[in-house]
């Protein structure tokens, strides 16, 4: 049986992109790296601008990442590409403000964030890092190639723990848990924004977002375990009296210019082809 796929496309009401009526959630996997917690790689880099660059025209009010620097990273590389110019500044302590207790330095940062948000020249866009939206722990499988993780634990055992929805690895977590911690904040953090009629930007990891995305599909557990979820290829919502549509008026991109040509939706069969992603830049 094939993958399950979402189509990170199309569906379009030109004039909410004007007045506001419904909230645009776009949700993005982070982009490749090398190991666990490290910067992009030279071609994440360029995958993250071409996530930017498919966004270009909606103006976000605020972005959520993952806590690992490559999800960080992919934000901040995106938002260069957006048109209407905002400077996304990190606030530590998350959006609820947590911290490390009596950590007065990462205090002192975040209240400078907030200062700079209201008072800069410029027009600014919060970025708030959050552990919930962090990729799924292998635990001992950890930063094992799947080699070494075969030759220690064994095919079949390995196959079990990647595959399965509610069996974990030996101190990590089970897809189960991944989603119940990335729903849980999705729903208490990222939804009252959308109904602020904020537009967001969530850029996590592959099993969050398959657990996100599934949750708004209504997908059944096997569903969610065949769902793929593409690297560099925004995945659009307009969100709308509790309700959330699939896709949204992307524009397609010229591929002369790599401006935005109007009046024109983006589907995954033209301009996100992953031969063509370097086209985008």
């Known amino acids: 049986m ?56 909606i103006d976000f009010d605020i972005i959520f990442t993952s806590r690992l620097v490559r999800a960080k990273q992919t934000a901040l590389i995106a938002m260069t590409q957006n048109s209407f110019k905002r400077v996304p500044v990190i606030v530590r302590g998350g959006f609820h403000g947590r911290g490390k207790t009596g950590d007065a330095n990462r205090l002192r940062l975040r209240d400078a964030a907030a200062k700079a948000l209201k008072h800069a020249s410029c027009h600014m866009v919060p970025v ?14 950890q930063g094992l190639s799947k080699e070494a993780a075969i030759k220690e634990f064994g095919e079949e055992t390995v196959k079990m723990w990647r595959r399965s929805y509610d069996t974990r690895p030996p101190h990590g977590e089970s897809l189960k848990d991944t989603g119940s911690r990335s729903v849980r904040f999705f729903k208490s953090t990222v939804i009252p924004r959308l109904e602020e009629h904020r537009n967001v930007l969530v850029v996590a990891h592959g099993n969050v977002l398959r657990c996100i995305i599934a949750h708004l599909a209504g997908l059944t557990e096997m569903e969610m375990l065949q769902l793929q979820v593409f690297t560099a290829l925004p995945y659009a919502y307009t969100f709308d009296g509790g309700t959330f549509s699939e896709g949204c008026a992307l524009p397609r991109l010229d591929p002369k210019t790599n401006s935005p040509q109007e009046g024109t939706p983006l589907g995954v069969s033209s301009v996100f082809k992953s031969d063509d992603i370097n086209s985008l830049i």
Do not use: C, W
């Not at 004039?15 to 090398?34: D, K």
């Open 128 to 141: 708030y890092a959050d552990p919930a939206l962090n990729e799924r722990s292998y635990g001992d499988l």
């Open 2 to 57: 094939g993958r399950a796929q979402t189509h990170p496309v199309t569906f379009a009401s030109e004039h909410h992109m004007s007045t506001g009526v419904a909230g645009f959630l776009i949700v993005v996997r982070g982009i490749e790296s090398r190991d666990v917690d490290i910067p992009l790689t030279e071609k994440g880099i360029m995958d993250a601008l071409a996530s930017g660059r498919a966004v270009s025209e």
